[in-house]
């Protein structure tokens, strides 16, 4: 199985700040990563496919980048709707794997 | 809109089946995509089960695969999981997920999740 690292863990942030957040695969995907943001009590929701692809819908504050092994998913001016987790998702091979997640929390 | 509903008992007993079906709406399950389980516990994280195509074509998580089964049903437009010989680490919420497209993908279109407790 593919191994994803996400970091970090947690970050405090305020309201405005940019945010990255890093996820690692443990062998090449290419560019078959998502993102996904996550509140409590509710489903993930897809931000952002092919790595860097927006999800239609999704505020145009979130991007994705990179390839390969190191990708990075990056809020441009974090929104109180931001607070949330986010989790990245490699679909080059099966089965599925999922990061640990970045929980994003009120600075 | 396609709409994703996860039903099933929230209580089963160790070493028992847990079976839980997802109904979908706004959609066919006929349709060119695939359709997914994935569970979510504090333990272990997001961790795909598994996914189904119209024709009853499967892949399985390595790990689960000796208990896991899924199967379509098109007549009721739904999918199913059944996992065996459960023990306290399949305590989770499980979610159904559409496929945006093809097997193995990005899951486009989730279930609101059912927990699923195994416990005596």
């Known amino acids: 199985d593919i191994q994803m690292t996400q970091s970090p863990s947690t970050l405090s942030a305020s309201v405005g700040d940019r945010v990255t957040v890093t996820c690692r695969a443990s062998q090449s995907i290419s560019s078959w990563l998502a993102w996904y943001q996550q509140k409590p009590g509710k489903a993930p929701k897809l931000l952002i496919y092919?790595?860097?692809s927006l999800e239609s819908g999704v505020p145009s504050r979130f991007s994705g980048s990179g390839s390969g092994t190191e990708f990075t998913l990056t809020i441009s001016s974090l929104q109180p709707d931001d607070f949330a987790t986010y989790y990245c998702?490699?679909?080059?091979?099966?089965?599925?794997?999922f990061g640990g997640g970045t929980k994003v929390e009120i600075k | 809109q396609v709409q994703l509903q996860e039903s099933g008992p929230g209580l089963v007993k160790p070493s028992g089946t847990l079976s839980l079906t997802c109904a979908v709406s706004?959609?066919?399950?006929?349709?060119?995509?695939?359709w997914s389980w994935v569970r979510q516990s504090p333990g272990k994280g997001l961790e795909c089960i598994g996914e189904i195509y119209h024709s009853g074509s499967t892949n399985y998580n390595p790990s689960l695969k000796s208990r896991v089964t899924i199967s379509v049903d098109k007549s009721k437009n739904q999918f199913s999981l059944k996992l065996s010989s459960v023990t306290a680490a399949d305590t989770a919420v499980y979610y159904c997920?559409?496929?945006?497209f093809g097997s193995g993908s990005y899951l486009d279109y989730w279930g609101q999740g059912t927990l699923v407790t195994v416990s005596s």
């Open positions: 997920a559409r496929n945006y």
């Open positions: 998702q490699q679909y080059n091979s099966y089965p599925l794997t």
């Open positions: 706004g959609g066919s399950i006929t349709s060119s995509n695939w």
């Open positions: 092919k790595a860097s």
